[in-house]
T-cell receptor, first 113, second 113 residues
Framework: EAGVAQSPRYKIIEKRQSVAFWCNPISGHATLYWYQQILGQGPKLLIQFQNNGVVDDSQLPKDRFSAERLKGVDSTLKIQPAKLEDSAVYLC???????????FGSGTRLTVV | LAKTTQPISMDSYEGQEVNITCSHNNIATNDYITWYQQFPSQGPRFIIQGYKTKVTNEVASLFIPADRKSSTLSLPRVSLSDTAVYYCLVGPPFTGGGNKLTFGTGTQLKVEL
């Protein structure tokens, strides 16, 4: 089966600009996750969707980050305005219906200058 | 979710067996232990999962003692391509609303010739 697709792979923006990331999960996977991974750290969950509804967004900085998952398939994560500390890799993951089947994409590396 | 403790880094040579131990003293009765592997510029990849005793697949073995307060990931005959960060995660299985994974900082394994 095809993996989790993310784009773009790399993005460089200036602080205070906005940026959006796109994720296409594995077909049939109901649960979608966005993680932020700062260099040298493990991934940190930002938001979790079940179909097109939000299950958990407790760690999402809602003053600048937003995410949506229209029609329960693709998802976009947006940052507006970006700060220097947002520089990280943004990972998307999806799962069908089990803890066992958690598949990550390759991520988008964001650099804020 | 139970907190985990694992070594920050480990070094090994090709052909050797590598054992990475993870401590999880506060593991709950219904928690499973899962290990992920992450290469540079890629998302984490599932390696193995277990609840008790020993689990083996084509990639690794997972040893879990009776008290389940620790676990050991065993990689037989490592090669240069096993150089990666290895994460130990502990948590309950899927319960219907999706299950978020909480990552620590992981163990950086470096394999040399």
């Amino acid at each position: 089966e095809a993996g989790v697709a993310q784009s773009p792979r790399y993005k460089i923006i200036e602080k205070r600009q906005s940026v959006a990331f796109w994720c296409n999960p594995i077909s049939g996977h109901a649960t979608l996750y966005w993680y932020q991974q700062i260099l040298g750290q493990g991934p940190k969950l930002l938001i979790q969707f079940q179909n097109n509804g939000v299950v958990d967004d407790s760690q999402l900085p809602k003053d600048r980050f937003s995410a949506e998952r229209l029609k329960g398939v693709d998802s976009t994560l947006k940052i507006q305005p970006a700060k220097l500390e947002d520089s990280a890799v943004y990972l998307c993951a999806s799962s069908r219906d089990s803890y066992y089947g958690y598949t990550f994409g390759s991520g988008t590396r964001l650099t804020v200058v | 979710l139970a907190k985990t403790t694992q070594p920050i880094s480990m070094d090994s040579y090709e052909g050797q067996e590598v054992n990475i131990t993870c401590s999880h003293n506060n593991i709950a009765t219904n928690d499973y232990i899962t290990w992920y592997q992450q290469f540079p510029s890629q998302g984490p990849r599932f390696i193995i999962q277990g609840y008790k005793t020993k689990v083996t697949n084509e990639v690794a073995s997972l040893f879990i003692p009776a008290d389940r307060k620790s676990s050991t990931l065993s990689l037989p005959r490592v090669s240069l391509s096993d150089t990666a960060v290895y994460y130990c995660l502990v948590g309950p299985p899927f319960t219907g609303g999706g299950n978020k994974l909480t990552f620590g900082t992981g163990t950086q394994l470096k394999v040399e010739l």
